[in-house]
């Protein structure tokens, strides 16, 4: 691991003006990352590439101070700092020229897991697209279960990867468009701490920084870099996931997408890859473990019906009431349960999670079959 103090790492990718790849090129040209910060102005000019402005910037030091603040937030918080020239920084982030020089993380996972897929797809996402992430997650979970999802904990197809690789047992971890001091969106703090135990969230931004649009565009090249593959579930025409599927393909990485029937809103996106061959069809999680050349670990007890046994009163009252298959709204389970509607929404989180259980447009509740 190299020696060069923290400080100094988050200085280095806090620079106004200088993005990764100028960064590298800094501590390339002086020798050390610690050159770079004691570096005269006038030397700075002449490094190509570097103009002016930006060495006016890097001479200046005012980002110092923040780094030092920077640096006691991680430390307090126990929070993980990866550099690009340290030895446990991702191997296949270290392939990608713009990957971050510093990010953040905080969690347990193993980003040089031997298996990592990023999925992806649109906020709007429908209840087939919902269904078929989860499918295909439960599916991979019994063969692979040291397979680690990543995504965006975004509305739609992300925050659903989550809630699947959870219910699978498998770790997940989020990619984070702005600083750990912030959830976004809030409604997903749930999902994000129960992360923490089996997976985690990553960032290049610093603490304090809140959620911007342009923020998110940035971290999809982490999403992207960090697996050996993207699926991406459902799209638009435009938007997140095929930015992040355009990403993959420029690190020469698999980009697989499922399909949708034609006319489709949120499908249009993945039709257009497969059919511009910058995509994989992909249906089910057998097509993934063909397409990656994955070989299946020994099958696994199914964990669903371990979790069963380890059921709450709470649970099992819960789990009685949805016994049909029509479901139940919050409200009437509420009812149906004896259980309050203030401490029952944080229960069949848990259950959602545990995979008990599946939600449905309306609040309305499931047994998961």
């Given at each position: 691991m190299?020696?060069v103090?923290?400080?100094?790492?988050?200085?280095?990718g806090?620079?106004?003006?200088?993005?990764?790849?100028?960064?590298?090129k800094?501590v390339?040209f002086t020798?050390?990352v610690?050159?770079v910060f004691k570096?005269?102005?006038?030397s700075?000019t002449?490094?190509?590439?570097?103009?002016?402005?930006?060495?006016s910037?890097?001479?200046?030091?005012?980002?110092?101070d923040?780094?030092?603040t920077e640096?006691?937030?991680?430390e307090?918080?126990?929070?993980?700092?990866?550099?690009y020239?340290?030895?446990?920084?991702?191997?296949r982030?270290?392939?990608?020229?713009?990957?971050?020089?510093t990010?953040?993380?905080?969690?347990?996972?193993?980003?040089?897991?031997p298996?990592?897929?990023?999925?992806?797809g649109t906020?709007?996402?429908?209840?087939?697209?919902?269904?078929?992430?989860?499918?295909?997650?439960?599916?991979?979970?019994?063969?692979?279960p040291?397979?680690?999802?990543?995504?965006?904990?975004?509305?739609?197809v992300?925050?659903t990867?989550h809630?699947?690789?959870l219910?699978?047992?498998?770790?997940?971890?989020?990619?984070?468009g702005?600083?750990?001091?912030?959830?976004y969106?809030?409604?997903?703090?749930?999902?994000?701490?129960?992360m923490l135990?089996?997976?985690?969230?990553?960032?290049d931004?610093?603490?304090?920084?809140?959620?911007?649009?342009?923020?998110?565009?940035?971290r999809?090249?982490i999403?992207?870099?960090?697996?050996?593959?993207?699926?991406?579930?459902e799209?638009?025409?435009?938007?997140?996931?095929?930015?992040?599927?355009?990403i993959?393909a420029?690190?020469?990485?698999?980009?697989m997408?499922?399909p949708?029937?034609?006319?489709?809103e949120?499908?249009?996106?993945?039709?257009?890859?497969i059919r511009?061959?910058?995509?994989?069809?992909?249906?089910?999680?057998?097509?993934?473990?063909?397409l990656?050349g994955?070989?299946?670990?020994?099958l696994a007890?199914?964990?669903?019906?371990?979790?069963?046994k380890?059921?709450?009163g709470?649970?099992?009252?819960?789990?009685?009431?949805l016994?049909g298959?029509?479901?139940m709204?919050?409200?009437?389970?509420?009812?149906?349960?004896g259980?309050?509607?203030?401490?029952?929404?944080?229960?069949?989180l848990?259950?959602?999670?545990?995979g008990?259980?599946?939600?449905?447009?309306?609040n309305?509740y499931?047994?998961?079959?």
């Amino acid at each position: 691991m190299s020696s060069v103090p923290l400080v100094y790492k988050l200085a280095l990718g806090m620079i106004p003006g200088v993005g990764d790849i100028t960064a590298r090129k800094l501590v390339s040209f002086t020798g050390s990352v610690e050159a770079v910060f004691k570096e005269s102005y006038r030397s700075l000019t002449r490094i190509p590439g570097v103009g002016e402005a930006l060495a006016s910037a890097v001479a200046r030091h005012e980002y110092l101070d923040a780094a030092k603040t920077e640096a006691e937030f991680v430390e307090k918080h126990g929070i993980k700092v990866f550099f690009y020239l340290d030895d446990d920084y991702p191997v296949r982030l270290r392939q990608c020229e713009d990957s971050p020089v510093t990010f953040y993380f905080r969690g347990n996972a193993d980003l040089n897991s031997p298996m990592i897929l990023s999925i992806v797809g649109t906020r709007n996402a429908t209840q087939r697209g919902r269904e078929l992430c989860q499918a295909i997650v439960s599916g991979l979970a019994v063969h692979f279960p040291q397979l680690l999802i990543v995504s965006g904990l975004a509305y739609g197809v992300d925050i659903t990867a989550h809630k699947a690789a959870l219910a699978g047992n498998l770790p997940t971890v989020a990619v984070l468009g702005h600083g750990l001091k912030t959830i976004y969106p809030s409604v997903h703090a749930g999902v994000a701490r129960a992360m923490l135990d089996n997976g985690g969230h990553i960032t290049d931004f610093p603490s304090a920084t809140l959620p911007e649009r342009n923020n998110f565009i940035r971290r999809n090249r982490i999403i992207a870099g960090i697996s050996d593959a993207t699926l991406i579930i459902e799209s638009g025409v435009r938007g997140g996931a095929l930015i992040t599927a355009d990403i993959a393909a420029s690190y020469n990485r698999d980009v697989m997408a499922v399909p949708g029937r034609p006319g489709d809103e949120w499908s249009a996106g993945c039709n257009a890859l497969i059919r511009c061959n910058r995509a994989a069809l992909v249906e089910n999680a057998d097509d993934i473990e063909y397409l990656l050349g994955w070989k299946p670990a020994a099958l696994a007890t199914p964990v669903q019906g371990a979790l069963f046994k380890g059921m709450t009163g709470n649970e099992k009252r819960i789990y009685e009431a949805l016994g049909g298959d029509d479901g139940m709204t919050i409200d009437m389970l509420a009812g149906a349960a004896g259980i309050p509607v203030s401490k029952l929404s944080a229960i069949l989180l848990q259950m959602e999670l545990a995979g008990m259980i599946t939600p449905y447009p309306g609040n309305v509740y499931r047994i998961r079959r």
